[in-house]
């Protein structure tokens, strides 16, 4: 069963109603919507980023040389480097139907919807903290989307290495024939998948202290592992993918004024020196010299 898939007309629209939205609810001007009104305004940005991803995608797929050059760059890279091989990762599920359908699923689906919920969680629970995640997520999305205009064929594009798309073989692929899918077919480097797992990782470990965050943790763990296991990415996409994450996130601490950027400075435990008692408030009573006879 194919994948939904959505396009970034779709996209597109959804963000100018949410921006409809804002525009509608300050000709209302009452404070009591004020907080779907900031709503609107910013959830329209995340989502007109996500759509502006899409289209350049698109465009994206006119560029295809030097693609398979690349990749095998970056796989000669990893072998340097010493890192597991991408291809053993795959063959320790591909003999497991159920199993590769699932990451299939977990690839496909969780992607956005986890980053979604992530974001509401954001707003609803952790406000302060919301535009600094908006602007981290932002800016890390474009600048990956901008580095991917340098076409990078994924492992499963590289058969001759032994890789198979798992998704095209379980009818599960986001990519759709001949491009006409969610996403750019050769936009391996960097990976927003992992890029934004990172994120809601990070951001959970540092705002919350529910022991449930580390749920949170697991999913970027397992996402890093999906990537791989499905030969959608090398494991350079990934690592490269959490560094423009980082520095995106030490720009954004940078840039933002107070209150937003800092509350997480505002969490770091604080110590005081003792108090030291100079006892200047004591009184001392001297003894009495004798007089001289």
Known sequence: MPMVQASWQLSASVALLLFAGYFALRLVGHPRVSVLQAF?????????VFAVYQHTAHIAYNHTDGAQERATQIW??????????????????????????????????????????FLVWMWW???????????????????CVTLQHI??????????????????????????????GIADQLAAMPSIHVAWAGIIAA?????????????????????????????????LDGVVGLVIAAVVFALARLALPSPFAAPLAARLPTTHPPEVDLGLDVQVDRPETASSP
């Not at 609107?40 to 007109?48: I, S």
Request: glycine share 6%; net charge positive.
């Open 40 to 48: 609107c305004l910013q959830f329209g940005v995340v989502v007109a």
């Open 76 to 117: 000669d890279v990893e072998r340097r480097l010493h890192l597991p091989s991408e291809l053993t990762i795959q063959h320790w599920v591909l003999p497991y139907p159920n199993l590769v359908r699932g990451l299939n699923a977990y690839y496909a689906g969780l992607h956005l919807t986890s980053m979604t919920a």
């Open 125 to 143: 629970r952790h406000r302060a903290y919301y535009v600094l995640a908006c602007v981290t997520v932002a800016g890390t999305t474009l600048t």
């Open 151 to 180: 076409p990078v064929a994924p492992p499963r594009l590289m058969p001759t290495l032994g890789f198979v798309d798992t998704g095209l073989a379980y009818g599960q692929s986001v990519y759709g024939p001949n491009g006409t």
């Open 203 to 235: 951001f959970a470990v540092a705002v919350s202290a529910s022991r449930w965050r580390w749920l949170l943790v697991v999913h970027f763990a397992m996402t890093f592992l999906v990537v791989v296991a499905t030969a959608n990415h090398w494991w």
